[in-house]
Structure formats: structure tokens, C-alpha cells
T-cell receptor
Framework: GDSVTQMEGPVTLSEEAFLTINCTYT??????LFWYVQYPGEGLQLLLK?????DKGSNKGFEATYRKETTSFHLEKGSVQVSDSAVYFC????????????FGTGTRLQVTL | DAGITQSPRHKVTETGTPVTLRCHQT?????MYWYRQDPGHGLRLIHY???????DKGEVSDGYSVSRSKTEDFLLTLESATSSQTSVYFC?????????????FGPGTRLLVL
């Protein structure tokens, strides 16, 4: 079945550091890929998505490129801020699955001054 | 923000009692989902609905039932709550493929089963 693997957290960075959170997936066909973010005490919000190979999703300075050859969708940001501290979830939707999301376990990011 | 609310937001109950959580949307989206979030597991799908009276099981459906009698409401029932069902429950909605398949999440319900 479908699965998503994320790097273990927590990830602790200083403000303005470069961020990478690795995500790889297993799925049949051509899934759509998503990054969601969860701030403390809140629900999940869509951060970005990509629906086909080589697409790049971007939002709020975050980027991720759909790499079919490596089945990856790594999240990057050039300069993190304290306000980026949150839990980040990689997820996928496989074709014909009633838009059901399969999530990774999440990666907690802590950004310090 | 998508119009999606959950009630109650917090609940404490005792083992063996039935519990119903409500998800309400104002977006008229076709799909609705219930997830639970537990440390080390991310979010796992409990049940989902693809239309009024049309529901199906997710990966962790044992001990849970759902109902959707109106487009806007999706109810999750723990028939006899157990301590293993202590969790944070999230509802989500989606327009489906026609809307880019993005899911929008509610604020969550924190449930403690004693």
C-alpha cells in the first residue's frame, strides 16, 4: 500500500538557517504530493502541493519539487524564522482513492533566535 | 479559511460510554474525513464519506462508526470508548479531484478516555 517516510525530528535550527526536511514515498501510479503544517494547538494547514513529476510547489518561502525518479518531495526553505516553528507533515493522494491522504509521521521544527 | 467546525473541542469521558463527535462544514464539499492524531503515527484515517449516506472505512476503523445524513454534517461515534481511543480527532473536507484534491482541516477535538 501507499506510504510516506519523513526524517525523524525534532529539527532545531537557528533563525536564518537553511531548512531541509526529507520526504520519500511509495505509491502506485502518479500520486499528488502535499506538505501540511501544524502550528501548536491548531489543525493542519496546506503549505504547498505538486500534482505531477517535476512540478515545484511553493508558498511562504518554502519549496518542494516532485521527483519521481527518486520518489521524493523534500521541503526546503532558504532562511527560517522563529514563526516557522511547527510540525510539518508530508502526505500523498493516490489516483482513484477518494482523495484520501496518506501521511508521514511528521517532523517537528524548532527555530531559535 | 474553509468553513469547518468541530464540536466539542475538548471532552473527558469514562471507559465504556458512547461518545459522538460532530464535524460541520459550510463549503458544500463532497468528501469528509475523520482522522486521529497520535504521537509517532502522524494522522491516520478512521472513516470517510463521499456523499450523503455514503461512507467507507479507513485504516483504523475498529470501534468507530460514522453517519452523514446531510452534506454539511459528519458524525463520528465511539460506540464504547476505551483508553486506547484517547487522541486528538481531526475532521477534514475536500472538493475531490475537481477541486485539486486539497483537504481542509478543522481545529480538532481533544478526547480523553479515563
Amino acid at each position: 500500500g501507499d506510504s510516506v517516510t519523513q526524517m525523524e525530528g525534532p529539527v532545531t535550527l537557528s533563525e536564518e538557517a537553511f531548512l531541509t526536511i526529507n520526504c520519500t514515498y511509495t505509491a502506485t501510479g502518479y500520486p499528488s504530493l502535499f506538505w501540511y503544517v501544524q502550528y501548536p494547538g491548531e489543525g493542519l494547514q496546506l503549505l504547498l502541493k505538486a500534482t505531477k513529476a517535476d512540478d515545484k510547489g511553493s508558498n511562504k518561502g518554502f519549496e518542494a519539487t516532485y521527483r519521481k525518479e527518486t520518489t521524493s518531495f523534500h521541503l526546503e526553505k532558504g532562511s527560517v524564522q522563529v514563526s516557522d516553528s511547527a510540525v510539518y507533515f508530508c502526505a500523498l493522494i493516490s489516483t482513484g482513492t477518494a482523495s484520501k491522504l496518506t501521511f508521514g509521521t511528521g517532523t517537528r521544527l524548532q527555530v531559535t533566535l | 479559511d474553509a468553513g469547518i467546525t468541530q464540536s466539542p473541542r475538548h471532552k473527558v469521558t469514562e471507559t465504556g460510554t458512547p461518545v459522538t463527535l460532530r464535524c460541520h462544514q459550510t463549503e458544500n464539499h463532497r468528501y469528509m474525513y475523520w482522522y486521529r492524531q497520535d504521537p509517532g503515527h502522524g494522522l491516520r484515517l478512521i472513516h470517510y464519506s463521499y456523499g450523503v449516506k455514503d461512507t467507507d472505512k479507513g485504516e483504523v476503523s475498529d470501534g468507530y462508526s460514522v453517519s452523514r445524513s446531510k452534506t454539511e454534517d459528519f458524525l463520528l461515534t465511539l460506540e464504547s470508548a476505551t483508553s486506547s481511543q484517547t487522541s486528538v480527532y481531526f475532521c477534514a473536507i475536500s472538493p475531490g479531484l475537481a477541486g485539486g484534491e486539497t483537504q481542509y482541516f478543522g481545529p480538532g477535538t481533544r478526547l480523553l478516555v479515563l
